[in-house]
């Protein structure tokens, strides 16, 4: 039980920190327009980690039940998380303008 409890722990203060990197990640005009892109590709990439460990909670309820409506529940969050959160054009200006 101690060991669950320092996992999760240690997960919550993963996410945060991966949080707070990605949010110092910022746009400079002045950059060129290839390291700007390539920042905002890290930064997604950071984020869509962070919101990959979302999918930890059905994960475990399955291995513990093996339940496969947390099977389905899993690869429903995970579609739906990659139709949410895939770059665009329009999105990648949203960031630059910020």
């Known amino acids: 039980m ?9 997960l919550v203060v993963v996410g ?4 707070l990197v990605s949010a110092q990640i ?11 892109i390539r920042l905002y590709k ?4 950071l984020r869509n980690s962070l919101l990959g460990l979302t999918g930890l909670p059905p994960l475990v309820t399955f291995t513990i039940t093996r339940s ?4 389905v529940f899993f690869g429903c969050l ?5 139709v949410v ?5 329009k999105t990648y200006q949203r960031w630059l303008i910020r």
Not at 26 to 36: G, M, Q, S
Not at 42 to 45: A, E, I, L, T, Y
Not at 78 to 82: D, E, G
């Open 2 to 10: 101690a060991r669950a409890v320092a996992a999760g722990g240690l």
């Open 16 to 19: 945060v920190l991966v949080y």
């Open 26 to 36: 910022k746009p400079n005009l002045r950059r060129p327009a290839a390291e700007n």
């Open 42 to 45: 890290s930064r997604v990439f």
């Open 68 to 71: 496969p409506l947390d099977l």
């Open 78 to 82: 995970l579609l739906a998380l990659c």
């Open 85 to 89: 959160m895939a770059p665009s054009a």
